[in-house]
């Protein structure tokens, strides 16, 4: 038996509509929900400062949710369309009401981007209980026809590449 190693790369599965996540969290200035095709859309969206707030560290990435999964979705992934929902925050704090109230929005979605999202992300957030309550039920069936999958945070103290805990009010 002869064996020999043959180099592969990690490669994402492709950009397909019934993967297309709804995505709520924070970034610097507020939108949405859109439809986001690329990094520099994103960038031009989001108010983020290319090289300031996608990059670990002070006021980086790990502070604001939504550059955090738009950094790894494009940069990281080179994945294709998200919608996105943009809840502006200074420090990356959010409001557990206003997080619920945009999980909610998902029943216009379709109204406004003719694109039926399929997953429910809350990044950072998606642990905390009431979260993720109103995650799983706008995953059954929302805008009364379609259903989703949530998809949660595994509980952490500390968010991996900060070391910082994100909070929510």
Known sequence: VYTSE??????TAP?????????????VSAFGPVVVTSWRQFVELSGITEGTHD???????????LVSFAYLWFR???RGDCIMRDLASV???????AVIAAIGEIDTVYERTR???????VPYFGSVAAIWTAMKAKADLYGGRFRAVAVGDIASNAHALSGQ???II
């Open 91 to 97: 420090d990356g704090t959010l409001s557990q009401n």
């Open 115 to 121: 694109r039926l999202p399929s997953l429910i992300v």
């Open 76 to 78: 990281l992934c080179g």
């Open 15 to 27: 950009a397909v509509d019934s993967a297309l996540p709804y995505v709520v969290g924070a970034s």
């Open 165 to 167: 805990s994100p909070d």
């Open 6 to 11: 043959v180099a592969t790369s990690f490669q």
């Open 55 to 65: 990059v670990p560290g002070e006021d980086g990435w790990h502070s604001h949710s």
